[in-house]
């Protein structure tokens, strides 16, 4: 069974920054897009940032310029920085890895709130 390891989020005060790592076994990282999603409070689930093996990027636009995400080849990790965070990016984040556009495997998501 693949497993995808999320660093714990945790409580953040607006505007400041906080980065969660993902962890993948090599044969998912070094062929699918890893991915970025979450779940706002009472809202649906949502695509946050991915990346390809090959190292394109797509975010959402409610965190372009906000948040990076990167991986690190040598430690199979997704990580996705998150700076000038709001409010409204408090949701559980999950991280998964995608084939041909669609999420296959899912982390076991992390809670990130942030406080006023």
């Known amino acids: 069974q693949v497993q995808l390891v999320e660093s714990v989020g945790g409580l953040v005060q607006a505007g400041g920054s906080l980065r969660l790592s993902c962890a993948a076994p090599?044969?998912?990282?070094?062929?699918?897009?890893m991915a970025w999603y979450r779940r706002p409070p009472e809202k649906q689930r949502e695509l946050v940032a991915d990346?390809?093996?090959?190292?394109?990027?797509r975010y959402a636009d409610s965190v372009k310029g906000r948040f990076n995400i990167s991986r690190d080849i040598a430690k199979n990790m997704v990580h996705v920085q998150r700076n000038g965070l709001k409010r409204e990016d408090t949701a559980v984040y999950y991280c998964?890895?995608?084939?041909?556009?669609?999420?296959?495997?899912w982390g076991q998501g992390t809670q990130v709130t942030v406080s006023s």
């Open positions: 990346i390809t093996s090959g190292d394109s990027t």
């Open positions: 090599e044969s998912i990282f070094s062929f699918y897009t």
């Open positions: 998964a890895a995608a084939r041909y556009g669609r999420a296959v495997y």
